[in-house]
């Protein structure tokens, strides 16, 4: 059973263009989850997603970032007219529909390593 | 959401048994306990949880007292493939909601 599947692993891209980040969900997960992590920091949540809605995107910044997860295909994290500040390795997680036992344990990928020049 | 404090960082010999304690004064009473395993250039990854007292599994085992304002990662006999951040989360595990990383504990293991 394949894992989360993230790609391209290491992306770079020049301020102003756009960037795309697609993850793969493990096999039978119904949920993803996109995280950002700076250097030295711990992971930040950005947006929640099931397939074909948008559940939770409290930790997405309200421009030029937005997330979709669509009937079929990856779930793609799409950042418009990025800037140095946009650097960092984004990570996507993945989970089962209704938890047995209700342990909300996620299932990471490799994450993207984003940089912007 | 209960907020954690651990260790920035710590230093162990190979072979050794490692704790890190992780503090969590507020815990709310549906609040599990969830650690996870991030090594370099990797995601996270699930080691252990636990509501009270001892928990263990085939990697690790994590101790709660009764009070559960605090909790103990114990790693049995660390080797250099354990070097990684260790990440302690406490939050509500009832369906599925988004985690909340604080900024660990990073685990450099010594030959």
């Known amino acids: 059973n394949a894992g989360v599947m993230q790609n391209p692993r290491h992306l770079v891209r020049r301020r102003g263009q756009e960037a795309r980040l697609r993850c793969s969900p493990m096999?039978?997960?119904?949920?993803v989850y996109w995280y950002r992590q700076l250097p030295e920091e711990g992971l930040k949540f950005m947006v929640y997603?099931?397939?074909?809605?948008?559940?939770?995107e409290s930790g997405m910044p309200k421009e030029r970032f937005s997330a979709e997860f669509p009937k079929e295909g990856p779930s793609i994290l799409r950042i418009q007219q990025v800037v140095r500040g946009d650097s960092a390795a984004y990570f996507c997680?993945?989970?089962?529909?209704?938890?047995?036992?209700?342990?909300?344990?996620?299932?990471f990928g490799a994450g993207t390593r984003l940089s912007v020049l | 959401l209960a907020k954690t404090t651990q260790p920035i960082s710590m230093d162990s010999y190979e072979g050794q048994e490692v704790n890190i304690t992780c503090s969590h004064n507020?815990?709310?009473?549906?609040?599990?306990i969830t650690w996870y395993q991030q090594f370099p250039s990797q995601g996270p990854r699930f080691i252990i949880q636990?509501?009270?007292t001892k928990v263990t599994n085939e990697v690790a085992s994590l101790f709660i007292p009764a009070d559960r304002k605090s909790s103990t990662l114990s790693l049995p006999r660390v080797s250099l493939s354990d070097t990684a951040v260790y990440y302690c989360?406490?939050?509500?595990?009832?369906?599925?909601?988004?985690?909340?990383f604080g900024k660990g504990t990073r685990l450099s293991v010594i030959a």
């Open positions: 997680a993945s989970s089962p529909p209704g938890q047995v036992g209700a342990k909300n344990i996620q299932y």
């Open positions: 096999k039978g997960h119904s949920h």
């Open positions: 636990g509501y009270k």
């Open positions: 997603l099931q397939k074909e809605n948008i559940i939770d």
């Open positions: 989360l406490v939050g509500d595990i009832i369906g599925n909601t988004p985690l909340v």
């Open positions: 507020n815990i709310a009473t549906n609040d599990y």
